[in-house]
């Protein structure tokens, strides 16, 4: 499936730490390479985490009420994921909730124009929720 590659650029962009910007740009701008991005989504390490604040709770409750605390749309989101079957599509927010927490695989839930995302590591229990970002 065509990822949309101007939304994870803006994801990279407002997100990963400016040590791997640059490559991971170039990564998902050619579909052939974006497969390197995805893989590293297992390893939470790429992420500027002065931006992200640890979610502890229930899972799908922290999240919406993050996004609806920020005015951010969440009923839809973007998802970027090692998981095949819900990568670079837009789907049910809860739903895809469910289809991430706990699963074992890096993925990224993009809100609004990724101006909040959620990231499921592989490692259980490292979730985090980031602050609203608009550039």
């Given at each position: 499936?065509?990822?949309?590659?101007?939304?994870?650029?803006?994801?990279?962009?407002?997100?990963?730490?400016?040590?791997?910007?640059?490559?991971?740009?170039?990564?998902?701008?050619?579909?052939?390479?974006?497969?390197?991005?995805?893989?590293?989504?297992?390893?939470?390490?790429f992420?500027?985490?002065?931006?992200?604040?640890?979610v502890?709770?229930?899972?799908?409750h922290?999240?919406?009420?993050?996004?609806?605390?920020?005015?951010?749309?969440?009923?839809?989101?973007?998802?970027?994921?090692?998981?095949?079957?819900?990568?670079?599509k837009?789907?049910?927010?809860?739903?895809?909730?469910?289809?991430?927490?706990?699963?074992?695989?890096?993925?990224?839930?993009?809100?609004?124009?990724?101006?909040?995302?959620?990231?499921?590591?592989?490692?259980?229990?490292?979730?985090?929720?980031?602050?609203?970002?608009?550039?």
């Amino acid at each position: 499936m065509a990822s949309n590659i101007n939304l994870e650029i803006k994801v990279i962009k407002r997100f990963v730490n400016k040590a791997k910007r640059e490559r991971y740009i170039q990564f998902v701008s050619s579909e052939k390479n974006r497969a390197k991005f995805i893989k590293d989504l297992s390893h939470y390490n790429f992420l500027e985490s002065s931006l992200f604040t640890p979610v502890r709770g229930i899972e799908e409750h922290e999240i919406l009420a993050s996004t609806e605390n920020n005015g951010i749309a969440n009923t839809t989101c973007y998802v970027i994921s090692e998981n095949k079957r819900i990568d670079a599509k837009f789907l049910d927010t809860k739903e895809t909730i469910a289809a991430t927490v706990g699963h074992g695989m890096g993925t990224l839930l993009v809100f609004g124009d990724a101006e909040m995302i959620f990231y499921e590591c592989e490692t259980m229990n490292i979730r985090y929720i980031s602050k609203k970002v608009s550039q």
